[in-house]
């Protein structure tokens, strides 16, 4: 989310420099006045004026190639999800950013494009597969039952332990809003989600049977949890898990430079991008460096 937000906090600096003609006035202050022209001039100087070119050129070419592919049901999914993750706080940290709605969205939709465009370009080999599913754990479900203190957390543990409710305790005890009304139940998670704490994906894992509670309190980073297993499939075959695999290889592209620097160098190529402004003809280079992309090729001119 953090990315998205900057990337698109940038590109608000440089939204009127993209229709930017003529000597029509931006700002007049005592001794002068700022124009188009001279905006525009400072900007394109710039290097978050350059970066955010490059931003809305890949964006643009994204949206050619690939904007049939993404619909707004998928955005609207997305967006819900964080909306979800951040609950109450959500709307205070895009306000905070100076972003809107619908310009979240608008990353958003990017982002997926973005995933498309790598699909598209890189496809899964079997070794790849094998490799990947050397280290796989299907997803366990687990609730929790979040409190502020270890003291409490031991005192939960000992009533769970002669006979209490689990599901009960949880609604009565845990500070965790987007889970105690469920009886603490989590969303399903591996032992690579980056969204569930590391102490307690630990601890997760290492509960065998369903049923199982945690021994001794989860020191997490705002309080402590005790942990019940509700599911934990067996690994089975690869070919089970062939969708699994191929998301978790994908995912760990989506943050690779490298990976991805490629990806977009092919769709820069396709997009046949014209640089019409001489002293912005390089803005693309860093894409040209893995193969024949636009940059390379790019005219410019005054």
């Known amino acids: 989310m953090t990315k998205w937000i900057l990337a698109l906090a940038g590109l608000l600096l440089v939204t009127v420099v993209a229709g930017c003609s003529g000597n029509k006035t931006v700002a007049t202050l005592k001794g002068g006045r700022i124009t188009q022209n001279d905006y525009y001039k400072e900007m394109k100087d710039s290097s978050a ?37 951040y609950g109450s706080s959500f709307s205070s940290i895009l306000q905070q950013n100076g972003m809107t709605t619908a310009q979240f969205k608008k990353n958003i939709r990017t982002n997926l494009l ?23 754990t299907p997803k366990i479900t687990v609730s929790q039952i979040l409190v502020a203190k270890k003291s409490k957390a031991t005192d939960i543990i000992n009533q769970l332990n002669n006979g209490g409710d689990f599901t009960k305790l949880a609604k009565k005890y845990s500070t965790d809003s987007a889970t105690k009304n469920k009886g603490g139940k989590m969303s399903p998670f591996d032992s690579d989600s980056t969204s569930v704490d590391t102490s307690l994906k630990s601890a997760a894992f290492k509960l065998d049977k369903v049923g199982d509670i945690s021994s001794e ?24 898990h062939t969708k699994e695999l191929k998301s978790k290889l994908y995912a760990g592209w989506m943050q690779d430079s490298t990976v991805m ?3 977009i160098s092919k769709v820069l ?3 046949n991008v014209s640089i019409k402004d001489n002293d912005l003809k390089d803005v693309l280079a860093g894409y040209g460096t893995n193969s024949s992309s636009s940059s390379s090729s790019a005219k410019s001119s005054k």
């Open 261 to 263: 620097q490629s990806v």
């Open 217 to 240: 309190p989860v020191k997490k980073q705002y309080g402590y949890s005790i942990l019940k297993l509700d599911k934990k499939p067996t690994k089975g075959k690869m070919s089970d």
């Open 114 to 136: 973005t995933k498309v465009a790598l699909e598209k370009n890189k496809k899964v080999t079997n070794k790849q597969l094998k490799k990947e599913w050397k280290s796989y």
């Open 49 to 85: 004026g350059k970066q955010q070119l490059q931003t809305m050129i890949i964006s643009k070419a994204l949206e050619n190639q690939y904007g049939k592919e993404v619909s707004s049901k998928q955005v609207d999914k997305e967006y819900n999800k964080y909306k979800s993750q």
């Open 269 to 271: 190529k396709k997009a």
